[in-house]
């Protein structure tokens, strides 16, 4: 099985960004223990803070892989050109938000991105991609 992470803006700076709300580690670090704990999964990762850069991400590698886990960062509360893209993938898709945006500014509460996801986790650290990885894997 074939997985792929795409994170959004500013989660390349996990470890160092605000770790009251985001943590102390760094994604990389993180991303070693989840190969670890799917031996059976290929995982694979990339990070851009730019929305088309994303788009095009999420259209050029997603016929190669059976699900994917997004963070879109800030881009899902504004970010129609992601939530369709989404849309249209025909792949199952997990948002995943390491903070609880339910928690945060009322700005966050709403996800456009998430309405066309498989579902959304929030909340629980980078604990998160592991729970998205684990309904992947369970999907197939």
Known sequence: MRILIINGPNLD???????HIYGARSFEDYLAELREA???????H??????GEIV???????PDVDGLVINPGG????SVA??????????PVVEVHISNIHAREEFRYNTLTGSVCAGVITGFGLEGYRLAIEH???RF
């Open 13 to 19: 700076l996990l470890g160092t960004r605000e770790p």
């Open 38 to 44: 799917f031996p059976t999964a290929r995982i694979e």
């Open 46 to 51: 990339c990070q851009s803070n730019v929305e």
């Open 56 to 62: 095009e991400l999420l259209r050029k590698r997603a």
């Open 75 to 78: 881009y899902s509360h504004t």
């Open 82 to 91: 992601i939530r369709d893209t989404i849309a249209v993938l025909g792949k």
């Open 136 to 138: 992947l894997v369970r």
